[in-house]
């Protein structure tokens, strides 16, 4: 019986984060009958792979070694010779050398995905990884960077050929992520009720490097000095975890807000409590295209978000969000009490930011164009 080509994914690893929530949406929702699908891990995977709503998607681990791990090469030509994939899709600077050993096999189509620095390039100026990605890209027949931001770096700094390059944003599934509607409900696990006399303010995503949540504490604790009277209805939810979240628990126990904070780690639940936030803010010192701004706009959110990256294609200043410098927690603090003194621009803008999501950031799209990257190699 004759079967669809097969895509193999190389990430660095399946765990919670917006790469992989974007990978998982693309197969959960690309059809059957076009590709099979396979996931190679350098690292390994996490519960989260059991968000892959297909039963045939095998999820490989090479355990790779940190560093320059020579055999971790040799096992991915032996895997791809084993899988005889069609195409090989690498994401990210992690995973890009891994074209090597998919040209070595003999796989017909190579592509690679930009979705954002990492911590040790936040701003993409280091020249050593501009080199990396242009002797890479004699093996890569197409990149596909997720913002305008990251294709004009593959063009100016990388100096990738136009005709090698398509440009795919994002898509949100709004079947999942939609404004709330009636009041606030309670949510398991946490510490304080969600009452809609409370200003609720909060973000989601790995709490490590470049994801710089400590901006948002530190302008939660400004938010709060500045209105101790109206600070006690303010309450911070930020969800994701890593090395940031002992820091930030550490911040809001010395300024005796820990009360009105919930830090509770990774959780499955992300829809619901989105919908009980009231702003979502984004802290961020680089982003490519953040699927959590996207779910938080399509959660009927005004966005709050650092004007990095390709945010500034996500977030439109005064429209629907505000745009603030990275790393400054008072300019961030400001935007939050201005929305809070304000809430009819506060639900005017997360209207209009849900409705640029139906209009631009439909998830349909998004895998509709990932399908005729994939199709052009047939």
């Known amino acids: 019986m004759h079967q669809p080509p097969l895509v193999v994914h190389i990430i660095y690893r399946l765990g919670v984060g917006g790469l992989e929530n ?25 519960d989260f792979k059991g968000r892959l709503r297909r039963d045939d998607v095998a999820v490989f681990e090479l355990h790779k070694k940190d560093g320059q791990d020579w055999g971790s090469f040799i096992a991915m030509y032996r895997l791809l010779r084993q899988l005889r994939p069609a195409i090989v899709h690498t994401r990210n600077l992690a995973a890009i050398e891994y ?54 770096y593959l063009l100016d700094k990388v100096h990738v050929s136009p005709g090698k390059i398509t440009r795919i944003t994002n898509g949100v599934d709004t079947r999942i992520f939609y404004p709330r509607s009636g009041q606030k409900q309670p949510l398991g696990g946490c510490p304080f ?38 600070g006690r209805r303010f309450k911070l939810v930020v969800i994701g975890d890593g090395p940031l979240r002992a ?58 978000a650092t004007e990095v990256g390709g945010n500034p294609e996500l977030v439109v200043d005064g429209v629907t969000g505000r745009l603030t410098p990275a790393n400054d927690a008072g300019a961030m603090a400001k935007h939050i009490l201005a929305y809070i003194h304000d809430s009819k621009t506060l639900r005017q803008h997360g209207q209009q930011g849900y409705q640029r999501v139906l209009q631009n950031f439909s998830l349909t799209a998004m895998v509709a164009n990932y399908q005729a990257v994939y199709d052009s190699f047939f």
């Open 22 to 46: 974007g990978l998982v949406n693309l197969i959960n929702t690309m059809p059957p009958e076009a590709y099979r699908h396979a996931i190679i891990c350098l690292k390994d995977s996490t």
């Open 99 to 152: 074209q090597i050993p998919a040209f070595c096999a003999g796989v017909r189509g190579r592509v690679h995905g930009e979705h954002g620095w990492d911590v040790f390039d936040p701003d993409g100026t280091k020249v050593k990884y501009q080199w990396v990605r242009r002797v890479l890209g004699c093996f890569i027949q197409r990149f596909i960077p997720l913002s305008r931001h990251l294709e004009n």
């Open 193 to 230: 009720p969600f009452v809609d006399t409370d200003w609720v303010m909060g973000t989601i995503g790995r709490m490590h490097g470049v994801k710089d949540q400590i901006t948002l504490v530190k302008a939660f604790i400004l938010a709060c000095q500045h209105e101790p009277e109206l």
């Open 247 to 304: 820091q930030a628990l550490a911040l809001l126990e010395t300024a005796g807000l820990s009360s009105q904070a919930w830090l509770p780690g990774a959780r499955d639940d992300v829809a619901e409590i989105q919908r009980r936030l009231d702003i979502f803010v984004l802290p961020s010192q680089a982003e490519g295209i953040s699927n959590t701004i996207l779910e938080a706009m399509a959660s009927g959110l005004p966005v709050i």
